[in-house]
């Protein structure tokens, strides 16, 4: 599969517990985004990285939040002292730079915090 | 005011039927637009990009007015398959050179009925 792939699909996970999730993006992409998606909303932007450089942060993303991409190429996105309010669909999407910024998703991570 | 809107729905047409969605947006700046489906549980997945002059692909007709920041969908001919949550979309740079973080609206959910 050369699509975006993420990793874990599901975590559950009690309050105050530290999670880490995975994106792997499409393998000549150098933009990655994450975007976090609630019941009934459409995604909201988090956090991109273009290469490795993390270029834009989203006022969501609180200082319990934090995305890296040491590599460029895949990336990590780590929630701290998770809350239940975390509890969402976190979405990874890669695209290339200098395009018409067509953004493909991978399937998502659905956090659940107890 | 949300950055983009668009009415919830649900929508729920025969099939053969003629469905149009809306959307409006605020940021004037704003150059690329795109509409995007979202199947239940699933990722979003491009469904066309919208142009000022108007695009159409098979069924799927969509409208862009600048003057008035709104964008349209119109589905002919509806089918079972066509089923799921239509989210606009727009650019959230007024560069895509400079970024690309997508600006999603509530998405409008639709159900065809046999």
């Known amino acids: 599969d050369t699509g975006v792939s993420q990793d874990p699909r599901h975590k559950i996970t009690k309050r105050g517990q530290n999670v880490t999730f995975r994106c792997d993006p499409i393998s000549e992409h150098n933009r990655l985004y994450w975007y976090r998606q609630t019941l009934g909303q459409g995604p909201e932007f988090l956090t991109y990285f273009q290469n490795e450089a993390q270029l834009e942060k989203s006022r969501l993303l609180s200082d319990r939040f934090s995305a890296e991409r040491p590599k460029g190429s895949f990336s990590t996105l780590e929630i701290q002292r998770t809350e239940q309010g975390d509890s969402a669909m976190y979405l990874c999407a890669s695209s290339l730079a200098f395009s018409q910024e067509t953004q493909y998703f991978g399937p998502g991570t659905r956090l659940l915090v107890l | 005011r949300k950055e983009v809107e668009q009415d919830p729905g649900p929508f729920n047409v025969p099939e053969g039927a003629t469905v149009a969605f809306n959307c409006t947006y605020s940021?004037?700046?704003?150059?690329?637009f795109f509409w995007y489906r979202q199947d239940c549980r699933k990722e979003p997945k491009l469904l066309m990009s919208v142009y000022s002059s108007g695009n159409e692909d098979g069924r799927f007709t969509a409208q862009l007015n600048r003057a008035s920041q709104y964008i349209s969908l119109l589905i002919r001919d509806s089918k079972l398959s066509d089923s799921a949550t239509y989210l606009c979309v727009v650019n959230g740079s007024p560069d895509y050179n400079q970024g690309g973080k997508l600006i999603f609206g509530q998405g409008t959910e639709l159900s065809v009925k046999p």
């Open positions: 940021n004037s700046a704003s150059q690329s």
